[in-house]
């Protein structure tokens, strides 16, 4: 039995409006790729070289330590699905101190580098830069003159001083970092030829050790607002 006109042209206006729709999507999915584009492009004008490279050197390392978390938690849900209370125990007491080391709790110590800056007129915006470069190249652990710098420690101005943690830093400045030797090398040696060309700057300087030790530590702050439920 043939179809009725009227169906027979039902059928050929759906069939138009789902390929109106579908070239309508095409054409919404493009344009807002081609809008991602250019504002990529556009945020990335006018940036260096320098910081470019670490852009991308920080994306790199990002995701080598995502993987590398991943690995780490997958491996702790299997130990903790072991039923084995001692090998739990010890991989909540592991990850505790990984923890506390992370909040600069308790001292550390491991390869790295150690950074010398002897200058005057530096500001805490110049010390920001540092550590922002260290912590970009996945520095676990900083400590400068003697303090720990871990997130949310501020790093402030206070008339011609810095204060590290409301703690007075006076230069020259003493960099220690905690991490990869070649990836914290590469930035401090990157930095070293940036501060060379500075008029402020006497001298400047880093060598890699095989085993940094940073004993400052962060004064656990007591919970004042979030009380055990």
Do not use: C, W
């Given at each position: 039995m043939s179809l009725r006109p009227e169906s027979r042209r039902t059928r050929v206006r759906i069939r138009g409006l789902s390929v109106w729709l579908i070239a309508l999507l095409v054409a919404l999915v493009a344009t807002i790729q081609i809008r991602s584009q250019a504002e990529v492009e556009?945020?990335?004008?006018?940036?260096?070289?320098?910081?470019?490279?670490?852009?991308?050197?920080?994306?790199?390392s990002a995701n080598d330590a995502l993987a590398s978390q991943k690995t780490?938690?997958?491996?702790?849900?299997?130990?903790?699905?072991?039923?084995?209370?001692?090998?739990?125990?010890?991989?909540?007491?592991?990850?505790?101190?990984?923890?506390?080391?992370?909040?600069?709790?308790?001292?550390v110590q491991g390869p790295g580098?150690?950074?010398?800056?002897?200058?005057?007129?530096?500001?805490?915006?110049?010390?920001?830069?540092?550590?922002?470069n260290f912590m970009a190249?996945?520095?676990e652990a900083i400590d400068v003159n003697g303090h720990r710098v871990v997130t949310g420690v501020a790093v402030e101005?206070?008339?011609?001083?810095?204060?590290?943690?409301g703690?007075?830093?006076?230069l020259p400045w003493t960099i220690s970092a905690i991490g990869d030797p070649q990836k914290l090398a590469e930035v401090a040696d990157l930095m070293t030829q940036q501060l060379r060309a500075d008029r402020r700057v006497r001298s400047v300087g880093y060598r890699?050790?095989?085993?940094?030790?940073?004993?400052?530590?962060?004064?656990?702050?007591?919970?004042?607002?979030?009380?055990?439920?």
């Open positions: 556009r945020s990335l004008v006018g940036v260096d070289a320098t910081s470019l490279a670490f852009l991308i050197d920080d994306l790199h780490d938690l997958t491996n702790l849900r299997t130990t903790l699905q072991s039923g084995q209370s001692g090998a739990a125990d010890q991989a909540l007491s592991e990850e505790a101190q990984r923890l506390r080391a992370i909040d600069g709790y308790v001292g580098v150690v950074m010398e800056v002897d200058a005057s007129g530096l500001t805490a915006l110049d010390l920001e830069d540092a550590l922002n190249a996945r520095a101005q206070d008339g011609g001083g810095i204060k590290i943690g703690a007075s830093v006076s890699i050790e095989t085993e940094v030790v940073i004993s400052s530590v962060i004064s656990e702050r007591p919970f004042v607002y979030a009380v055990p439920s």
